[in-house]
């Protein structure tokens, strides 16, 4: 099938670049022309474990386009898949700018029956709004479908080549024949694909994301409480996920939820309740326990240095919202470097991946490591804002001998207790007990 993705970002680079791993000609298209230049000479514009290869290998097989022109690649494509972006507005509602003016130019352009296929996550009614603006500018016949898609960042090439499910919100037979076709290779393979409403399709997918950061926030405020009564989280987390009706997945404490999903899904959900005279009050309880959470460490770093952090150089270990991605939208480590920036702190960071990304909004605020241990160089203390593994097991001796104190604040509790007090570390993580310098 000729498919066109508009929008070359986290999600539709990587649905753009399964769909032609699975044998489509598919059309990408994006307004930044940087982007396209380069990803016709082969560059992927995003890091993503295992998408570069994939991406070069249908580039190659000549699947895999790229172009800024939109009629160009509507005229070869019957399905049009929209991955743009839907922003929090200043309200916190979804801003549907992005869809809605290429919805607006896809009527305009459009000669022949085509399916428009929303995979940004938007809030319910959108489909009827896409509706809408293409009817107002053609005659020709189309179908709206909302297809939501749950990829995850740092995983993204795994997700898409292994969906856990289908959702497809979809009132009209001829639309749905073509989305079972598109997604027979993995309906083949057993993975469920769920039709239902275009509705119920979209609010799916708000639901997820804020089911995820519900628990996510649930198990901080466990991990919070842990520190109150000297019970320990790691003990906790375990005990409860083993239930499987819990699970062990999304319960390891941390400071915060980011990204550029968990905050604005909430936000947006919290916000159509609103206009429907609805409050999810489970939604705003978990926003505000987050953006503390986010936080948390800062009164511990400033207690530790006895209310003065000015002129204190702190080293800062992970800059991303998560592992495995470059992506910084609403990561933790900005809130943090903020607040530090602000009390007078100095900032000297590591990340591999996601460094490039942060100078592009910090600029030269804080400085830039190139490797881990020297960003630990005469620094007072080590924050850690990302989980990425090759922080899981350093080597502490080194670490001594690089910070002027040895002391931690760790908001992924990476480490074993056992392990840094052996070290004679001062260590603060999230609801564990405090080790005290030995
Ligand atoms: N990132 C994720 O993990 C993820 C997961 C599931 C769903 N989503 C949802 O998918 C949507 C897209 O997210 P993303 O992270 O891929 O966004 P992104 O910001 O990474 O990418 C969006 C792309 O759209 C392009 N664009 C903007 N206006 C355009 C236009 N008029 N024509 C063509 N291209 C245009 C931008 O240049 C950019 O390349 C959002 O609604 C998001 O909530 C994201």
């Given at each position: 099938?000729?498919?066109?993705?508009?929008?070359?970002?986290?999600?539709?680079?990587?649905?753009?670049?399964?769909?032609?791993?699975?044998?489509?000609?598919?059309?990408?298209?994006?307004?930044?022309?940087?982007?396209?230049?380069?990803?016709?000479?082969?560059?992927?514009?995003?890091?993503?474990?295992?998408?570069?290869?994939?991406?070069?290998?249908?580039?190659?097989?000549?699947?895999?386009?790229?172009?800024?022109?939109?009629?160009?690649?509507?005229?070869?494509?019957?399905?049009?898949?929209?991955?743009?972006?839907?922003?929090?507005?200043?309200?916190?509602?979804?801003?549907?700018?992005?869809?809605?003016?290429?919805?607006?130019?896809?009527?305009?352009?459009?000669?022949?029956?085509?399916?428009?296929?929303?995979?940004?996550?938007?809030?319910?009614?959108?489909?009827?709004?896409?509706?809408?603006?293409?009817?107002?500018?053609?005659?020709?016949?189309?179908?709206?479908?909302?297809?939501?898609?749950?990829?995850?960042?740092?995983?993204?090439?795994?997700?898409?080549?292994n969906p856990s499910r289908v959702v497809i919100g979809c009132s009209s037979e001829k639309a749905k024949d073509f989305m079972s076709k598109i997604y027979q290779p993995f309906t083949n393979t057993g993975v469920p694909i769920i039709f239902m409403d275009e509705k119920s399709s979209e609010l799916t997918k708000y639901a997820s994301n804020s089911f995820l950061a519900v628990k996510i926030t649930f198990m901080n405020e466990i991990a919070n409480y842990c520190?109150?009564?000297?019970?320990?989280?790691?003990?906790?987390?375990?005990?409860?996920?083993?239930?499987?009706?819990?699970?062990?997945?999304?319960?390891?404490?941390?400071?915060?939820?980011?990204?550029?999903?968990?905050?604005?899904?909430?936000?947006?959900?919290?916000?159509?309740?609103?206009?429907?005279?609805?409050?999810?009050?489970?939604?705003?309880?978990?926003?505000?326990?987050?953006?503390?959470?986010?936080?948390?460490?800062?009164?511990?770093?400033?207690?530790?240095?006895?209310?003065?952090?000015?002129?204190?150089?702190?080293?800062?270990?992970?800059?991303?919202?998560?592992?495995?991605?470059?992506?910084?939208?609403?990561?933790?480590?900005?809130?943090?470097?903020?607040?530090?920036?602000?009390?007078?702190?100095?900032?000297?960071?590591?990340?591999?991946?996601?460094?490039?990304?942060?100078?592009?909004?910090?600029?030269?605020?804080?400085?830039?490591?190139?490797?881990?241990?020297?960003?630990?160089?005469?620094?007072?203390?080590?924050?850690?804002?990302?989980?990425?593994?090759?922080?899981?097991?350093?080597?502490?001796?080194?670490?001594?001998?690089?910070?002027?104190?040895?002391?931690?604040?760790?908001?992924?509790?990476?480490?074993?207790?056992?392990?840094?007090?052996?070290?004679?570390?001062?260590?603060?993580?999230?609801?564990?007990?405090?080790?005290?310098?030995?």
């Amino acid at each position: 099938m000729n498919i066109t993705i508009v929008g070359t970002g986290y999600v539709g680079l990587v649905t753009g670049t399964t769909l032609a791993e699975l044998g489509n000609s598919v059309f990408c298209v994006d307004i930044d022309d940087k982007k396209v230049e380069a990803m016709k000479l082969g560059k992927v514009p995003i890091y993503e474990p295992n998408l570069e290869e994939m991406f070069l290998r249908n580039i190659q097989a000549q699947r895999l386009f790229f172009t800024t022109n939109l009629k160009e690649a509507l005229d070869k494509s019957d399905v049009i898949y929209l991955a743009l972006p839907t922003p929090p507005g200043e309200d916190g509602s979804a801003d549907l700018s992005y869809i809605l003016k290429v919805a607006n130019d896809i009527g305009e352009m459009m000669t022949s029956y085509k399916v428009i296929v929303n995979k940004s996550t938007v809030p319910v009614g959108t489909a009827d709004k896409v509706h809408a603006t293409i009817s107002a500018k053609t005659t020709v016949e189309f179908d709206v479908v909302s297809n939501p898609e749950f990829l995850r960042e740092g995983f993204a090439v795994e997700d898409s080549m292994n969906p856990s499910r289908v959702v497809i919100g979809c009132s009209s037979e001829k639309a749905k024949d073509f989305m079972s076709k598109i997604y027979q290779p993995f309906t083949n393979t057993g993975v469920p694909i769920i039709f239902m409403d275009e509705k119920s399709s979209e609010l799916t997918k708000y639901a997820s994301n804020s089911f995820l950061a519900v628990k996510i926030t649930f198990m901080n405020e466990i991990a919070n409480y842990c520190e109150k009564v000297g019970a320990d989280v790691d003990k906790v987390r375990l005990g409860m996920g083993s239930d499987d009706r819990i699970g062990h997945r999304f319960l390891f404490p941390g400071i915060g939820y980011g990204g550029s999903c968990f905050p604005k899904d909430v936000k947006a959900l919290i916000k159509s309740g609103k206009q429907e005279g609805f409050n999810f009050e489970i939604l705003e309880a978990t926003e505000k326990v987050n953006t503390s959470q986010k936080v948390i460490l800062i009164s511990e770093i400033e207690k530790y240095f006895d209310g003065n952090l000015q002129g204190k150089k702190i080293a800062l270990w992970g800059l991303a919202f998560k592992a495995n991605t470059d992506d910084i939208r609403e990561a933790s480590s900005l809130d943090n470097i903020k607040i530090l920036l602000e009390k007078g702190a100095k900032i000297v960071a590591y990340d591999a991946i996601a460094e490039e990304n942060i100078r592009k909004i910090l600029g030269d605020t804080i400085s830039y490591a190139p490797d881990m241990y020297s960003a630990l160089e005469d620094a007072d203390c080590l924050l850690i804002a990302t989980e990425w593994s090759e922080f899981k097991n350093p080597n502490f001796k080194l670490m001594a001998e690089k910070l002027t104190n040895k002391v931690i604040f760790d908001g992924r509790n990476m480490f074993d207790l056992e392990t840094v007090e052996n070290a004679g570390f001062f260590y603060k993580s999230i609801g564990r007990k405090t080790l005290e310098k030995l």
